[in-house]
């Protein structure tokens, strides 16, 4: 029996043609995330809040990188999406050695995409980062209490209202901490999740998302 050969990129490439498979950012058809978009999308972290940074703006072809990852589960931009947390984690200033810890999944999100996409994508952001020289380990030491209403068409006051006292951190990472999520809006989860992380006894040193959306 011949054994199996691999396919070429060329080869890839053009079976990505046939089955319509098309940039997430600017859709041009052949690739998941094109050379061009790969160039011209880049990290621009911008601090939101006090301690909390996002890489870039919830606008253009990131935020249609970000929606492609989270509805259409294209689990391949987790290493564009990676780095770009990486970049705004880099921007808060760490210590050389944290623990990054990521907002929990609701069970809603979980069934929807089938995997904790936030978890995964600080895996990708703790490789790039311990290339860099730091020594980091990603923790998903929160949990929650009860499941949340959908946070997408909510004001800001009914977003504080929905995560409050929802998550708890029953074993606190030792060291400094850097919660992440994919993006901020009102800043409510975040600070739900430094909540419970300070109240178990943590040290949270920042926050840091690949993207903040406008309030």
């Known amino acids: 029996m011949k054994h199996a050969v691999p396919m070429t990129l060329w080869q ?3 079976l990505d043609l046939l089955l319509g498979v098309h940039c997430a950012g600017c859709e041009q058809p052949g690739e998941r995330w094109c050379a061009e978009c790969d160039q011209t999308v880049r990290p621009d972290p911008v601090e939101v ?3 909390v940074w996002a890489a870039g703006l919830w606008r253009g072809r990131l935020r249609k990188a970000i929606l492609a990852w989270k509805l259409d589960g294209v689990e391949s931009l987790d290493q564009v999406l990676g780095l770009h947390l990486a970049c705004a984690i880099i921007a808060s200033g760490p210590p050389e050695s944290f623990v ?3 907002i929990p999944t609701t069970w809603r999100s979980r069934r929807e995409r089938g995997r904790h996409a936030v978890l995964d994508v600080a895996k990708v952001a703790a490789e790039t980062l311990s290339m860099d020289g730091y020594r980091t380990s990603v923790e998903p030491a929160i949990s929650l209490r009860r499941q ?3 946070q997408a068409f909510l004001t800001a006051r009914m977003r ?4 409050r006292g929802s998550m708890v951190a029953k074993r606190p990472p030792i060291g400094p901490v850097i919660i992440v999520d994919d993006i901020v809006t009102t800043g409510s ?3 739900e999740a430094r909540r419970a992380l300070e109240i178990a006894g943590a040290w949270v040193h920042a926050s840091a998302t690949i993207a903040s959306s406008p309030r």
């Open 160 to 163: 504080a209202a929905n995560v």
């Open 49 to 51: 809040d006090s301690e």
């Open 100 to 102: 990054i810890v990521p």
């Open 12 to 14: 890839s490439g053009v």
């Open 148 to 150: 949340t209403r959908d």
């Open 189 to 191: 989860t975040l600070a």
